[in-house]
């Protein structure tokens, strides 16, 4: 009934930008946390940035003065905008988010995402 959906991927060049979008829609009351998580070939995934509810934030150190995560509550929207992109970026970026259903509480959801390719 919850569906998280991306877009913004693509391939840019070393030092470009990019913004990444995930919409979250189907039965929800609310939302906590969303995230964005990325996975690198033959590496594990691991977290880029988090933002809770009330708008607090953290950022995987590699990134924090690069990155910047927002979110939309009306939208049910977060978002990730990608300055000073390095090739190091590249990997298969993730958006998760823990929803609240009226009848199930919170789960946790995630999309199916979207490539980033930094180019040299």
């Known amino acids: 009934q919850v569906q998280l959906v991306e877009s913004g991927g693509g391939l840019v060049q070393a030092g470009g930008s990019l913004r990444l979008s995930c919409v979250a829609s189907?039965?929800?009351?609310?939302?906590?946390?969303m995230a964005w998580y990325r996975q690198a070939p033959g590496k594990q995934r691991e977290l880029v940035a988090a933002i809770t509810s009330g708008g607090k934030t953290n950022y995987l150190e590699s990134v924090e003065d690069r990155f910047t995560i927002s979110r939309d509550n009306v939208k049910n929207t977060v978002y990730l905008q990608m300055n000073s992109l390095k090739p190091e970026d590249t990997a298969d970026y993730y958006c998760?988010?823990?929803?609240?259903?009226?009848?199930?509480?919170?789960?946790?959801?995630w999309g199916q995402g979207t490539q980033v390719t930094v180019s040299s």
């Open positions: 998760n988010a823990a929803v609240v259903s009226p009848t199930i509480g919170s789960r946790r959801y």
């Open positions: 189907g039965s929800i009351f609310s939302i906590n946390a």
